[in-house]
């Protein structure tokens, strides 16, 4: 813990404030409304009884994502995808990395053939959208299998592991936690780390930005930065879903 204090007031090591809202829509089989500093997320989680057709027979479920960003969700208005007739490239890169990170959580072979859609809709953007996205993925997800298992459609609904998502990065040569908007937009380097519960990595996104670098050092410092971030994710979560 350092005595320097960030734009919005926090330590160098301090996440944001973060709360999850469970099972807040009417009709979801699972959802999580995420707050994580100004970041708003809205997550479900819907059962589908159908799977891709490269999976058709095989008995086997799957679990897939969708990420997009309202129209005021930013500083100016974002016109909706609909209206380019196809997903922009960042939209497309987050929603892939949520799917992949949930399937680490869950016994496809357990859900049949059906698929589990997760939906992350950003209500207002201020840094870390896809960290809160998977955060609140994860719960709307325990809450679908729990809704399954209810149904007896499922025998358990058991998880591997937790999943949480959070980022660091460098800024005016200082390594931060969980960056804002602010910081976000002049890192030198920026870092999103998805790990599980069990303590194993599940994705690292880490580039150099603004004609910045970052030496090994500093990759491992950001990544035990992320981690004792995580933890105190890791126990948010289970607070909720108990």
């Known amino acids: 813990m350092t005595n320097w204090t960030r734009v919005d007031g926090r330590f160098a090591d301090e996440l944001r404030r973060v709360s999850f809202d469970r099972s807040c829509s009417l009709y979801a089989e699972g959802s999580a409304y995420v707050t994580w500093g100004n970041t708003q997320v809205l997550c479900t989680a819907s059962v589908e009884d159908k799977v891709p057709p490269f999976l058709r027979g095989s008995g086997q479920g799957w679990l897939s994502a ?23 490239g960042r939209g497309s890169e987050i929603q892939r990395l949520i799917g992949r990170c949930l399937r680490a959580a869950v016994d496809l072979e ?92 599940v994705e690292i996104q880490g580039t150099a930005e603004s004609g910045g670098s970052f030496d090994r050092q500093e990759l491992d410092d950001l990544l035990n930065l992320a981690e004792e971030g995580l933890q105190t994710l890791f126990a948010r979560q289970s607070e909720v879903l108990a």
């Open 66 to 88: 969708e990420y997009s960003m309202l129209p005021r969700s930013t500083h100016s208005r974002k016109p909706r995808d609909i209206s380019k007739l196809k997903l922009d």
């Open 110 to 201: 357990r859900l049949g053939e059906r698929t589990i859609w997760i939906d992350c809709d950003v209500i207002q953007a201020d840094g870390g959208t896809r960290s809160a996205s998977i955060c609140g993925a994860f719960i709307a997800l325990v809450d679908a299998l729990g809704w399954l298992a209810a149904q007896k459609l499922i025998e358990t609904d058991r998880i591997y592991t937790q999943v949480a998502a959070v980022s660091v990065g460098k800024v005016n040569g200082r390594l931060l936690l969980d960056l804002c908007f602010e910081e976000d937009r002049i890192a030198q380097a920026d870092c999103n780390v998805v790990m599980t519960s069990a303590g194993q990595f």
